[in-house]
């Protein structure tokens, strides 16, 4: 009777082993699939936030290309507002400016606040660049050129126009200064001579 005894207790002691076996793998499982999530949680929330940053510059950037707008149509001496002259018997530039994404700011101006959006959730400074890029002419006749009309009777006025053209860069947070994300836009601004 004695040896019964002494089966059974080697038989209880095996399962109590593999019991804890089996609870250490599924802590390790669970474990496993807890720092998973945590790390797409964690992944998501910097996607969002990159996302939100984008956002801010790419709309410090728009605000910046109407703010050069307006400053080169009010005033297209070129020397005033600082820019650049391209045009062939000048000089070449480079289709974007050579410090773009740098913290130099030769050349770029700084925008006036007053055209910044979200300034309270956006620090960072939006510039613009201006290039000189030469003369156009445009065809009055061209009946897409709707602007040029001289009388308000729908007919043309016949003849060619004379427009300066010039090509803003804008930069927003260059060189991501504070670790955010970066933004240029460049347009083309047709001012009549």
Not at 61 to 77: H, K
């Amino acid at each position: 009777m004695s040896m019964t005894h002494t089966f059974y207790n080697s038989k209880r002691s095996r399962q109590q082993g593999f019991a804890l076996v089996v609870a250490m793998i599924l802590l390790v499982v669970i474990t496993l699939l807890a720092l998973g999530a945590l790390r797409s949680t964690t992944l998501q929330t910097r996607m969002a936030a990159n996302l939100y940053d984008r956002g801010l510059a790419f709309q410090s950037a728009e605000s910046a290309l109407l703010a050069a707008q307006a400053v080169v149509s009010g005033n297209p001496d070129l020397t005033s507002i600082g820019g650049t002259s391209c045009t062939p018997t000048d000089n070449a530039c480079p289709l974007v400016p050579s410090n773009t994404w740098t913290t130099d700011a030769t050349g770029w101006r700084s925008v006036d606040s007053s055209f910044l959006p979200n300034s309270s959730q956006y620090s960072a400074t939006a510039q613009y660049h201006v290039d000189y890029m030469g003369i156009k002419e445009v065809d009055v006749d061209n009946e897409f050129d709707t602007g040029l009309k001289s009388d308000y009777d729908g007919q043309d006025a016949g003849g060619v126009n004379t427009m300066n053209v010039y090509r803003v860069t804008v930069r927003s947070n260059p060189n991501g200064g504070d670790g955010r994300s970066s933004v240029v836009l460049q347009t083309t601004v047709e001012v009549p001579k």
